[in-house]
């Protein structure tokens, strides 16, 4: 936990969550269709969540609570229940695990805003961002890369970092990514060993192992060079065994296996087949985060 970075004044305000549910058709207006795909519908405010937890689940989002008190972090209760329903392990809400996480938690990241001008422009870069509506085969949302647009003589390991936790922790802000977790896919079409460094690999590892309260289910790798082992041999030992279960290297022709019945249609159009344009999934989703963030 890093004690020297002050939190934003946002962590104690209403959460950008309930920001949204409190005018939703005002948000849809004001956002148009390009934006408003990545608009979250049928969510519960967070007090119904709350309220909806179990004694046993409770129990532990108040330890938390009090445990983030004590020692004055001032997390909000959306981050509290975020860092119990991401607790590390095949279970959820466990306080001793969970406080790990948060003891460990660069409350930096909560900080990092679309409209900052560093921010905006990796985003925008078309290397790491969410996609709206895509999903895997197993329910979870997707978030995507392409590798080969980041080159880290060029770009900062921060700067991908910054990028990584910003798009993980905004796609928490639904409830059922928070609590069943997301999916992260790799598209490696053209990627060079320029695009890569063991430094970068490491911390990127770190962050979708749960230096920030989120559950990674699945890890796609696809079309990876046919070198790739020998980054492999580099990677699997940074990733817990438990981990590795949930990666899978594969060719694009078995995405079919691995995500949604119609996913082509979601699918960045960088990608053979893909039909949604990767400059404007980027494009708005910076206008989606900048409205709601405003």
């Excluded at 925008?124 to 647009?149: H, I």
């Excluded at 770190?206 to 696809?222: A, C, E, H, T, Y």
Aim: proline share 5%.
């Amino acid at each position: 936990m890093n004690d020297t970075v002050a939190l934003d004044n946002a962590i104690s305000k209403i959460s950008i969550h309930d920001k949204i549910l409190l005018d939703p058709e005002n948000v849809k207006k004001e956002l148009g269709d390009g934006p408003g795909r990545f608009f979250p519908v049928g969510e519960r405010s967070l007090k119904e969540q709350i309220e909806s937890l179990t004694d046993k689940e409770k129990e532990c989002f108040d330890k938390l609570k009090a445990y983030s008190k004590k020692k004055e972090y001032g997390f909000s209760d959306e981050m509290i229940l975020r860092f119990a329903r991401c607790s590390p392990g095949a279970e959820k809400f466990k306080y001793e695990e969970s406080k790990k996480v948060m003891k460990k938690f660069d409350t930096r990241y909560l900080n990092l805003r679309a409209a900052n001008p560093t921010m905006e422009k990796q985003l925008l870069s078309k290397t790491l961002f969410p996609v709206p509506g895509l999903k895997c085969s197993q329910g979870f949302d997707v978030f995507y890369m392409k590798p080969n647009r980041y080159f880290p003589k060029k770009t900062s390991t921060g700067e991908i970092i910054d990028n990584l936790a910003y798009c993980m922790n905004t796609m928490v802000e639904k409830e059922k990514a928070c609590k069943d977790g997301i999916a992260f896919m790799a598209n490696m079409d053209d990627w060079k060993m320029t695009n890569f460094s063991v430094s970068y690999c490491s911390q990127f590892m770190m962050m979708l192992q749960g230096r920030v309260p989120v559950r990674v289910r699945l890890f796609l790798i696809v079309n990876p060079p046919s070198w790739f082992d020998v980054v492999w041999k580099i990677m699997k030992p940074m990733l817990a065994a438990d981990f590795r279960k949930k990666v899978h290297v594969i060719p694009s022709t078995e995405l079919s296996e691995h995500l949604m019945k119609d996913y082509l249609e979601y699918l960045p159009d960088d990608m053979e087949g893909g039909k949604l344009s990767t400059e404007d999934i980027c494009k708005d989703f910076v206008a989606y985060r900048k409205f709601v963030e405003k």
